[in-house]
Every structure is written in C-alpha cells, then in structure tokens.
C-alpha cells in the first residue's frame, strides 16, 4: 500500500470519526506543550516564605504540634515528575503559640516556578501564587499547606535587631516569680531569640475575695507584681519591632512568648529599648 492510499484512509476516518480526531488532536496537543515545558522551558526559581497551616490566610486553624514540627524539620526536597528538585527547604522556624503546645511554624524555600508571560506572576504547581496565596508541599517525611507570606526573587535574609523589652504581669501568683530563670532562653530553629535578662517583684496581698460557693485556698495567697527583662530578637517593619513575622512589639500590648521553661501568659509590655 504506497503512502498516497494510507492518507486517504486516514483522512477518510478521521473524517467519518470527527469526535475521536478531536479527542487524539487534545491529546496530542497536552503532550506537546507538556514536553515542551519539562524539556526545553528553562525552569525560573523564587524564595518564598510560608507560615505553615490550613494555606487560606484568613481561615484559623489548628497549628503544628510538637511532632509535626519534627516532621516538618526533616522535610529537605520535593522533586517533579523528571525527578528534578521542584521545592528546596532552606530553612525551619517556630514559635510557641500561647503556651499550647502548638508553634508557629515559617518555612523558607525554592521554588521551581514557570514565568507567565511579562505580568510578573509565577505558576507553581499549576496555580498562580504571591503572597497571601496557599500552597501545597509533598515531602517524604511530611505534607502540610500553608500561606505565603513572602516572595522574593533572591533568598529572603533576616535582619535581626535586639530590642531590650520589660514585660508586667500584675496579681501574678508567686510561683510564677519562682519558675522565672534568669538566663532561659528560647531557640527559634536559627538562633536565639529570647533570654532573660533579670527579674523582680513587689508582693501585696491580694485584694480577691473568695466566694461563699467557691473557695479555693489559692485566693489567700499573696500575690505579686512580676517584673521581667529580657531580650528579643525582631525585626523592623514600616517603624514597628515584630517578633516571629507576627507579633508587633508596643506598649500596653500583650506579648505571648515562651522560653525552654517558661510560658509566659497575660504578660504586657511596659517598656521598649
């Protein structure tokens, strides 16, 4: 059968059978532009930092415990369908989170992404990201979402600065003032940053008046006034101290932090310098 004959068959079914044509002519054409993007599109790269969670900004959910984070710490690479390194994980950081047992995790990685066009936007994953966008990692060792919170086209570097700041908690009880060691300290996952400088306290009797339904003998204790310096580590934002990529440091706001030993809860802060 010469060539001539085999295209008129050919021209013949694909004609008498237009739906299965169109269907083969889709396909063809995802596998083209597939291979096309995985084989000869020269891959771009950004750095992003993810706060790790449901991925949705704007929705609460439970944050990492102890062993996720764990998880999440060994997490290094997640490769593509070639086996090229899709997400590089550069760096882990946490936070307690209201002495819950819980942290705020930030995740900095390197992204394999696709430029669309010359609007300046990425594609990761066949989805437009930016910042406050989620996104989906699969490791190993771990799958989690998150929210991105920055996106910079070369590695994202923390400037930290130390602030010396003083924490009030009045009417604490004394085994508060107690549990308090100067020297504690907390770790971030990059470098220390919490110490505590130095403590003290004005004790008072308390002012409370049990109930007559409700007596519990911790109402007849004296109570104290704590008084706590310590330094933090943060970053300078538009003028603010934040502390974690979270929490703004400022007068009369309260400050939820924790070192190795110590949660410290309705703490205020009364000094900044």
């Known amino acids: 059968m010469n060539l001539g004959k085999l295209m008129k068959k050919f021209t013949k079914f694909a004609i008498d059978n237009y739906f299965i044509s169109i269907f083969l002519a889709c396909i063809a054409f995802v596998v083209l532009v597939s291979g096309y993007k995985l084989f000869f599109t020269k891959p771009a790269y950004i750095y992003v930092r993810v706060k790790v969670g449901q991925g949705l900004w704007w929705a609460q959910t439970q944050k990492p415990g102890s062993w996720f984070l764990e998880a999440i ?20 950081t946490y936070y307690p989170w209201y002495g819950s047992g819980q942290y705020d995790v930030y995740v900095d990685a390197k992204l394999k992404v696709s430029r669309l066009g010359k609007t300046g936007k990425y594609n990761f ?12 990692f699969e490791f190993s060792s771990s799958q989690f979402s ?8 070369q590695p994202i570097k923390d400037k ?18 107690d549990g308090i060691k100067i020297g ?7 470098t220390n940053v919490i110490q505590i400088l130095d403590k003290s306290a004005v004790e ?17 204790q004296t109570r104290t006034d704590i008084i706590v310096k310590l330094k933090l580590k943060g970053k300078i934002v538009d003028d603010k101290f934040i502390f974690g990529n979270d929490q703004v440091v400022t007068l009369g706001k309260n400050l939820y932090i924790a070192t190795d030993n110590f949660s410290f809860t309705d703490y205020l802060v009364s000094k900044v310098e």
């Open 160 to 177: 930290y600065v130390e602030k010396t700041v003083y924490l009030i908690k009045p009417l604490a009880y004394t085994w508060e003032f």
């Open 146 to 153: 998150g929210t991105i919170i920055d996106l910079e086209p």
């Open 204 to 220: 008072h009797p308390s002012t409370i008046t049990p109930s007559r339904y409700f007596i519990d003998e911790t109402f007849s």
């Open 73 to 92: 710490k060994r997490a290094k690479e997640e490769k593509d369908l070639i086996g090229q390194p899709a997400v590089q994980i550069l760096s882990v």
């Open 184 to 190: 504690d300290k907390f770790f971030n996952g990059e």
């Open 125 to 136: 994953k066949r989805s437009t990201i930016g910042v406050g966008a989620p996104v989906d």
